[in-house]
């Protein structure tokens, strides 16, 4: 029976979303509840669970700090997060650590059942990779338990890499060894499981010194000593129509301790298919040492993208997409080195898409899902994906923020905003004040203001206390500083400084000017 862990710091949300998971899937699941991300943490010590639905915000330890630790643990459960609308940067670090799901309160219950049913099929994916690590020779499945613990450990020592590896009869590795990932293309049905038989049955007949394990993002693991050994079974492969595959392959090297170092070349390698989709093998020494050299003359279109960024919602469309050519021009993608593609890719995620939901807020909150998709390249099969569903988004969020703008060119929030400085400018009153007076967010609140009055919160709200303040001194016999500090300003200093700067004059000299001839205030 799949484990499904809940961890929320309120009771009855843990024990709601229990009923509601156990009216729909009856006996389906163990339950597994804590109130926060260290409790989780220690349980996850103890035993596995296949799912996690965890909320963002929590005590002791908030969800995001708990999706952090995952990332050390051999074996973490797919993660489910659950936020509120205004958890936008959560959600965003939610999504780096790769959270699988991310659903809003109040819950759809469509939605975590949907949810709920995606990740199950894919925990039974893992169970089954765990089943076969398991298969066969004690010494082989050892072996493959090792493997995956030690590429999973970011911090193990080497003194425990030697231990394990060599228990685990592994110290070949000492004289010389490649590392490889293999993995079945997504659009091709990802049938890792069937990849990972193929190449157990084409390893015993070949032979020699090799293991074979996984990692935690589902990707088979060949550590092999005979250094053309992958590239003759990418030749048997090759020729199997029905087990597509893409093998991303290490530097050659020596030592136990090394194996994390090769894994990462191999890793870094896997990332280069979205430029060569047609490939299946791909080599680290294709693109080692060309990544100082590609590096040079690759400086990050930063400047592209914030006037991209400026462009939403203006109407401008076609000049939006030829900027986002330039952007992502394949000429300079496929001479730079991928991290160059992979900073494009985070500050379009910054400047452009994260800036709706700054600026908008809980209107923009559909923006996740997309986001989600688009906030990795390794979320792609090829790049000709990628740049498709980058102009897909700002399509979506042109119109999207058009409308929002065209809804509000004449806001009655923003009429209650200038009705309620009218009251108050007196007070000590500030943007934030009067945005969550009128319930909008902070950013969005600063732009719209200024759209409807034609002038910055600051400046109108100088303009109004002045107003105020010209009208006391025609109007009042009291003092300088009494009209300062009627009229809102910090002190009458300032309120002087002020006032010149405004009127070129001095309140008193002002008032002079202003009064009847033979009347004398101060």
Not at 156 to 185: F, H, K, N, S
Not at 458 to 474: D, F, G, I, N, P
Request: charged share 30%; hydrophobic share 40%; with cysteine.
């Amino acid at each position: 029976m799949p484990k499904l862990l809940i961890v929320d710091d309120e009771k009855n949300i843990r024990l709601g979303l229990k009923a509601m998971i156990e009216r729909k899937y009856a006996d389906r699941y163990d339950f597994l509840l804590v109130e926060n991300g260290a409790e989780a943490l220690e349980l996850l010590g103890r035993e596995s669970a296949d799912i996690m639905i965890t909320d963002i915000r929590m005590p002791v330890m908030d969800g995001i700090a708990l999706l952090e630790r995952l990332q050390e643990m051999p074996a973490a459960p797919a993660v489910i997060i659950l936020s509120g609308h205004d958890d936008f940067p959560y959600a965003r670090a939610a999504i780096r650590y790769q959270a699988k799901e991310y659903l809003l309160k109040p819950i759809v219950r469509e939605e975590l059942f949907a949810a709920l049913e995606r990740l199950e099929e894919e925990a039974e994916r893992r169970r089954e990779r765990e089943r076969e690590a398991s298969a066969g020779a004690e010494d082989t499945a050892d072996a493959s338990r090792q493997l995956a613990y030690v590429l999973s450990q970011e911090r193990i020592q080497p003194d425990d890499i030697r231990g394990r590896l060599t228990e685990a009869g592994l110290g070949w590795m000492e004289q010389g060894y490649q590392v490889a990932l293999a993995r079945a293309p997504e659009s091709d049905g990802g049938d890792t499981a069937g990849l990972s038989q193929r190449l157990r049955e084409l390893l015993a007949d070949e032979g020699g010194q090799w293991a074979l394990s996984w990692d935690r993002d589902g990707l088979l693991v060949l550590v092999a000593a005979d250094r053309q050994l992958v590239r003759r079974l990418t030749g048997r492969l090759g020729g199997h129509a029905l087990l597509p595959v893409r093998i991303a392959l290490s530097a050659g090297t020596a030592g136990m301790v090394q194996l994390r170092q090769a894994y990462s070349q191999a890793r870094q390698t896997m990332k280069y298919f979205l430029l060569h989709p047609e490939a299946d093998l791909l080599a680290y020494e294709s693109i080692a040492g060309r990544g100082a050299e590609r590096g040079t003359g690759c400086p990050q279109p930063i400047e592209a993208i914030r006037r991209l960024s400026n462009l939403l919602g203006t109407g401008k469309l076609p000049e939006m997409k030829r900027l986002l050519q330039q952007i992502l021009d394949i000429r300079t993608v496929s001479r730079c080195e991928i991290g160059y593609l992979e900073g494009i890719s985070r500050s379009l995620n910054e400047e452009v898409f994260d800036s709706v939901f700054r600026s908008y807020g809980e209107e923009s909150i559909e923006i996740l899902r997309l986001y989600r998709r688009a906030g990795h390249i390794e979320n792609f099969e090829r790049f000709e994906d990628y740049y498709r569903h980058v102009e897909q988004l700002l399509e979506r969020l042109d119109e999207f923020v058009s409308s929002v703008r065209g809804a509000h060119a004449e806001r009655k929030d923003m009429q209650k905003a200038v009705e309620y400085l009218q009251q108050h400018y007196a007070s000590d009153v500030n943007m934030a004040v009067v945005s969550n007076h009128i319930s909008l967010n902070y950013t969005y609140f600063s732009q719209a203001f200024k759209e409807y009055t034609g002038e910055s919160f600051s400046a109108y709200l100088r303009k109004l206390r002045l107003t105020k303040a010209k009208e006391l001194l025609v109007g009042s016999d009291l003092k300088v500083y009494e009209i300062s500090e009627r009229s809102g300003f910090d002190n009458v200093k300032h309120f002087t400084r002020v006032f010149k700067e405004a009127e070129g004059i001095t309140p008193l000299d002002y008032r002079s000017r202003q009064q009847p001839h033979g009347t004398k205030r101060s």
